[in-house]
């Protein structure tokens, strides 16, 4: 047979791979190698790139997550089946969070290609495709340049996400066509049409603005700091996890989460504008409605597909969010709102919710996350702070009291076991301190990310608030066995065969079992000179912190 080829160039997929990262300037690759990458692994030895080593794939995931969230894009390169099928978890949690991330895999022979015959084959594509932007089996002949940068193009738009190539083993090591094309510059996101939410600010007496992780993510939150302060209007960040503080956490006009240092807001505005999020998706959403007073509920973003993804608002528009923040700010400076409309929003601006959690379990249990994550205060001031700690999230953002939230990474797709690998992404495209908090439980999710963490010599600090175990799946034990009453047999939650006051390792031992310096503290310990002298330390590697939350039941 004629070669198809004899008109045009040709290259190897494992060179052309290489070649594009090299033009695109990546200076780390995240992977975990598998008979079929081994091509590309090798021919990075003459580029000027470091191959990040991670030893299971749902942290090449994360930690190349964290990397792009920093650097503005990541490459990660998984092993056919079995490792796309570890990363899912965590290429669930950037298509959550939007992270321009391309994941390139390895795939059998197109000759042989059948949909399972061969050992760690499978039909790759259908598994990633709800969460990615883009996937793309690359068989025998395909162009494989022109397809890296089309899967960029798709990672990093607006929205952005994972994208996802499968290169068949022909297509690494054998030559194929490269194609001369035209490679188009992206042209600014449209301007939107600001002027009803323009309008309903005007008037508000109690605005309230909500804001999500897209609006930082597109460079949006000095603007509504700026136009929350001039206009007296509550911020509260998006329900649930979060991937980024929408603004700074120490903002003069940061209620903190909608639900608790925003609830009384939630109940009371009049006008909400939600920036850059979804309609509040919580893990078992409320049955009321949220912002019952408002006469008026907006949501942008900048994703089509997650306006009232979940409930219904007033008025909606699809818009990259920071764009619409700057429109907006432009409007109401133009046309301020009226004395009348300002007269009360400074006292409603400052409103805070009185009440405290009535005493039993879970009052115990915030207490016990507040006493931890105190001395955290100045995190953030510090260098990134990377978020895992699931029930204490909140607790979290509302302690951090920096005036500039920008190194807060979390992820909106609560799937544990992200944020060690995510962390050291971050503390490898910052160069900057980490400081990583997250539970005992999270922290046995993402053990293996502490080997990478340790073998890159990172200056990450591991907070752990150790209660023994999964405390949010335990409160939801306690809710049920306590909704079914007398009829509850037994009457004692089980804790799902994992108390692991009883069960071991202990979270110290595992830790240090990577190499990595260790101390656990007590309630007699004083937590913040703890926190102080880890950080210092950190300078010279990572270290980690064993921080006592207590058990909420004893
Ligand atoms: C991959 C994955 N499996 C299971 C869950 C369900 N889940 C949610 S919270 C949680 C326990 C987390 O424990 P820990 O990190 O110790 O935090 P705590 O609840 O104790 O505050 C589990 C298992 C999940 N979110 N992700
Ligand atoms: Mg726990």
Redo the contacts with the bound molecule.
């Keep these: 047979m004629a070669d198809l080829f004899t008109d045009c160039e040709t290259e190897t997929g494992a060179r052309e791979i290489v070649r594009f990262l090299a033009d695109h300037g990546y200076r780390h690759v995240f992977g975990l190698p598998g008979s079929q990458l081994v091509s590309v692994f090798h021919e990075m030895q003459n580029a000027d790139i470091v191959l990040v080593p991670t030893i299971h794939e749902s942290v090449t995931m994360a930690a190349a997550d964290g990397y792009a969230r920093v650097a503005g894009s990541a490459v990660a390169m998984v092993y056919m089946l079995p490792g796309t099928a570890n990363a899912l978890?965590n290429i669930y949690n950037a298509s959550r969070d939007e992270t321009p991330l391309l994941v390139l895999a390895s795939q059998q022979l197109s000759t042989v290609r059948s949909e399972r015959g061969a050992f760690c084959e499978g039909d790759l594509v259908p598994l990633v495709r709800p969460f990615t932007r883009l996937a793309k089996e690359l068989t025998k002949g395909t162009p494989v340049r022109s397809w890296l940068e089309k899967a960029l193009r798709a990672a990093s738009g607006t929205p952005g996400g994972p994208a996802y190539l499968s290169f068949t083993e022909d297509v690494m090591v054998e030559p194929g066509p490269v194609v001369d094309e035209r490679l188009s510059q992206r042209a600014p996101d449209p301007i939107p049409d600001v002027t009803e939410v323009a309008e309903r600010l005007r008037t508000a007496r109690k605005p309230l603005i909500v804001v999500g992780g897209q609006l930082r993510r597109y460079g949006g939150s000095e603007v509504v700091e700026s136009l929350a302060a001039r206009y007296d209007i509550p911020v509260a960040f998006e329900l649930g996890l979060i991937d980024a503080l929408g603004i700074a956490p120490g903002h003069s006009h940061c209620l903190g989460g909608l639900l608790t240092g925003g609830a009384l807001h939630e109940r009371e505005a009049d006008v909400v504008l939600m920036l850059g999020t979804r309609f509040l998706t919580e893990?078992s959403p409320r049955k009321t409605p949220y912002f019952e007073a408002a006469e008026f509920v907006a949501q942008v973003n900048a994703d089509q597909d997650k306006l009232e993804d979940t409930r219904k608002a007033d008025w909606v528009c699809a818009s990259n969010p920071a764009a619409f923040a700057r429109e907006l700010f432009d409007a109401l400076d133009a046309d301020p709102p009226a004395a009348e409309a300002m007269a009360g929003r400074a006292e409603w601006a400052a409103k805070r919710p009185e009440g405290k959690m009535p005493p039993g379990a879970l009052a115990t249990?915030f207490e016990g996350?507040g006493r931890c994550l105190a001395p955290l205060h100045d995190a953030l001031d510090r260098g990134w702070v990377v978020d895992?700690?699931?029930?204490?999230s909140t607790v979290l953002t509302a302690v951090l009291n920096s005036k500039d939230g920008s190194r807060y990474a979390g992820t909106s797709g609560?799937?544990?076991?992200w944020a060690t690998g995510a962390a050291a992404g971050i503390a490898l495209a910052s160069g900057d301190p980490v400081t990583c908090v997250?539970?005992?439980?999270?922290?046995?999710?993402g053990a293996q990310g502490l080997w990478t963490i340790r073998t890159m010599n990172l200056p990450v600090t591991l907070i752990i608030?150790?209660?023994?175990?999964?405390?949010?799946?335990?409160?939801y034990e306690r809710a049920y066995v306590e909704s079914l009453g007398a009829e509850a047999s037994p009457q004692r939650p089980s804790y799902s065969n994992m108390d692991m006051r009883e069960t071991g390792p202990d979270v110290a031992d595992m830790i240090a079992g990577f190499g990595i310096p260790t101390r656990t503290l007590s309630d007699q310990d004083d937590l913040r000179a703890a926190v102080e002298q880890a950080w210092a330390e950190s300078a010279n590697g990572p270290n980690a912190l064993i921080m006592p939350?207590g058990f909420e039941d004893e």
Aim: hydrophobic share 45%.
């Design positions: 978890a893990a249990l996350f895992e700690s699931v029930m204490a609560a799937s544990l076991g997250l539970g005992d439980g999270s922290v046995r999710f608030l150790d209660n023994k175990g999964y405390a949010s799946t335990r409160n939350v």
